[in-house]
């Protein structure tokens, strides 16, 4: 069901370099369960992800998943990679649904790496989520460094 | 668009960190690592560390109606809940936050704007979340774009 990646986290950011990329990370398909588990754990029982009746009657093609959950495994994807204390700053646009049966791949590809006043590195990272049939998800932007 | 919006009252409340919630978003997250999070091992190093992805949903179980600042205007008849979309979330982290930890949560409605295509009229609610520890420390920022989409024709 999902790849957790080959990556070790832990790398320094100087290392890394403009067009340095996150080993991508397959994720799907998505299914009800994932997302009533989801819910549970947030509390949001939105009947969009799970009443496939309601999201129809709706003019919707089926149920679909909480941005969140697409979100959620892209931070945790970008900590595993880097390391728990790298993320400094994450924003996500998103773009498109996620339908059940949507197999996702979550990809990072750094765009820039700087130095601030305080001599700390940091990267930014374009990001991606795109499913199968091509569709781009959810966009976004990381930055990492080292954190106190 | 109603600038009377706000004025609404910023929403505070109180976010224990729990090792186990932790643990049940890593496993909803399909995060197969068992070491995370860890549990707090009593010492100086690692307790869990605090998913980002629990921060955006936890007034649904802190707050005190339990409801996030979105659903509180949906409830109050100031957003039809049915027309939402998510639209952008962004997260500024100032240092990491860990089970054990309170945290104090002050969500406020920052900003409202409307934006017309050829069929809709799209208004925007942009909130701001800031978490800081008790002692007021700044733990994390979070930035949340909801859009209510109406479609001209429905007017």
């Given at each position: ?5 080959s ?20 994720v ?18 939105n ?18 998943a909480?941005?969140?959950?697409t979100?959620?495994i ?11 204390n ?5 924003r ?19 765009d ?16 991606t ?14 930055t ?5 | ?35 995370s ?30 409801l ?37 949560v ?50």
């Amino acid at each position: 069901m999902t790849d957790r990646g080959s990556a070790v986290a832990g790398f320094r950011i100087a290392d890394l370099a403009v067009g340095s990329a996150m080993p991508p990370r397959r994720v799907g398909p998505v299914t009800q369960e994932h997302l009533v588990r989801y819910a549970g754990a947030g509390g949001d029982f939105n009947p969009f992800h799970y009443d496939s009746a309601l999201v129809q009657s709706r003019g919707f093609k089926g149920v679909f998943a909480q941005g969140l959950f697409t979100a959620g495994i892209l931070g945790q994807t970008l900590l595993a990679w880097a390391g728990e204390n790298m993320l400094r700053r994450l924003r996500v646009r998103f773009a498109e649904p996620v339908w059940l049966g949507d197999t996702l791949t979550f990809c990072a590809v750094v765009d820039r790496v700087s130095t601030d006043d305080n001599a700390l590195t940091q990267a930014d990272l374009r990001c991606t989520v795109t499913s199968e049939d091509g569709r781009q998800v959810l966009t976004g932007a990381a930055t990492l460094g080292a954190s106190r | 668009m109603d600038q009377d919006l706000l004025k609404q009252a910023p929403t505070e409340f109180v976010f224990p960190v729990e090792w186990g919630k932790c643990r049940e978003f890593a496993l909803a997250l399909l995060d197969s690592d068992p070491a995370s999070p860890k549990p707090d091992d009593g010492g100086d190093d690692p307790a869990a560390l605090l998913m980002p992805a629990i921060m955006p949903v936890c007034a649904f179980r802190y707050s005190q109606d339990g409801l996030p600042a979105i659903l509180r205007l949906a409830q109050a008849g100031l957003v039809d809940r049915s027309r939402l979309v998510q639209g952008e979330v962004e997260f500024e982290f100032h240092r990491r936050a860990w089970s054990g930890e309170q945290l104090s949560v002050t969500e406020k409605l920052a900003k409202v704007y409307d934006k017309e295509t050829s069929k809709e009229v799209l208004r925007f609610f942009e909130f701001e979340t800031a978490f800081r520890s008790l002692d007021g420390e700044p733990v994390c920022m979070i930035r949340t774009v909801n859009i209510e989409r109406r479609r001209k024709d429905d007017d």
